[in-house]
């Protein structure tokens, strides 16, 4: 363990050296992602120290035990030793999820998608309380959140919505999110109070920087229209909106939230960039999971993950078998437990497969 904190130890050293450098300083975009992992070290870092005290209190007290001149001292010297034995397995194991290699996507802001599935109005009322439920969790997390696109349901919610998520490690959280949510509940327009069924699907894409995904313009067709829904007169009747149609691979990105079509052409690019990102990054997804058997983030859009289930004011995460009698808090918001417990079973999976590497 010591061996491979010192390895740690000497990165953190180098980055630390780096990042007061005057060329380092002047390119922006080098300086955040040392200053990132400048951070990430500095906790490995701390942690090392920790361990190599624990181990010195081990060593003095044996020395002290084994001399047994003095009783005394070595009634306090064997408290010592248990006490950092004790403390050590628990140490080791922090560290171990330390040392798992993190996702570099991770750190990115995220495009998130909602669409209602099978239910028709109810799941457009699902998708709208599930957007909700996110905004009120992201503005929670002190994270700026921005929408991109929206069609509304005939009786309320959103057929669909898209919007932008800024902030720390956005994508690392939300990408838990990504699949098929299903509610049971007796919908506003059931006379009869039966419970039923529907489903919204949510998509979590990281945003992709420019450099991260190169779009040949000839590639896409652009095409201005009307913005529908509220805005004011300016949006609903000049031509701001912009709908974007990659034409390789038939993927489409719009953009209507701003009044500036020069502003909204500017987000569709983003998300399109995001959706071309996130095709490659799917395919990695699925195959790391197939790896290791993963049930968390299999890349597989189409997986039934989550009930909402009103009735029992119950939330059920089918990937990890967590169930929850919180319904009310979770859809205000409140899902940073489930989040937790996502990001517990899907470190451990990490850590076994990386187990020989530790």
């Known amino acids: 363990m010591l061996d491979k904190l010192q390895i740690v130890k000497q990165r953190f050293d180098e980055v630390s050296d780096l990042i007061i450098q005057p060329d ?8 955040v992602a040392l200053n990132k ?17 624990l181990l010195d209190n081990i060593a003095e007290a044996e020395e002290i035990i084994s001399d047994g001149s003095d009783q005394e001292m070595v009634d306090m010297a064997k408290m010592q030793y248990d006490d950092a034995k004790s403390a050590i397995p628990v140490l080791e194991d922090e560290i171990k999820f330390l040392l798992i290699p993190k996702d570099p996507e991770d750190t990115k802001n ?25 905004t009120k969790y992201c503005e929670g997390k002190g994270w700026r959140v921005s929408t991109v696109d ?8 959103f057929k669909e919505i898209q919007f932008e998520v800024s902030g720390e490690d956005v994508y690392g959280t939300l990408k838990f999110e990504a699949g098929v949510h299903r509610v049971q509940r007796v919908p506003q327009t059931e006379t009869q109070g039966r419970v039923h069924t529907s489903a919204a699907t949510v998509m979590v894409f990281p945003e992709a920087e420019e450099f991260d995904v190169e779009i040949n ?11 529908s829904g509220p805005g004011g007169q300016s949006v609903n009747t000049t ?7 990659h034409t390789p691979t038939g993927l489409v990105a719009q953009c209507q939230d701003q009044k500036s079509q020069h502003k909204n052409k500017e987000k569709a690019f983003k998300v399109l960039r995001s959706r071309l990102y996130d095709l490659e990054l799917a395919k990695k997804q ?17 997986a039934k993950i989550r009930t909402y289930n009103y009735p029992q004011g119950r939330v059920t995460d089918h990937r990890i078998g967590l169930t929850l009698y919180d319904l009310q808090n979770i859809i205000n918001g409140d899902i940073q437990k489930i989040i937790d417990e996502l990001m517990l079973a899907d470190n451990t999976e990490k850590l076994k497969a990386n187990s020989d590497m530790i």
Request: hydrophobic share 30%; with cysteine.
């Open 24 to 31: 380092i300083i002047t390119d922006q975009k080098r300086y």
């Open 37 to 53: 992992e400048y951070k990430d070290l500095k906790i490995l870092c701390d942690k090392r120290e920790e361990y190599k005290a």
């Open 110 to 134: 995220a495009v998130v998608e909602l669409r209602a599935g099978t239910g028709g109005d109810e799941a457009s009322i699902f998708a709208g309380d599930l957007f909700r439920m996110y």
């Open 150 to 157: 929206f069609s509304e349901g005939t009786n309320g919610g």
């Open 217 to 227: 313009p000839k590639d896409v067709r652009i095409d201005y229209f009307c913005s």
């Open 239 to 245: 031509y701001s909106a912009v709908r974007l149609t």
């Open 286 to 302: 699925e195959e790391d999971a197939a790896k290791r058997g993963s049930m968390v983030t299999s890349g597989d859009r189409s």
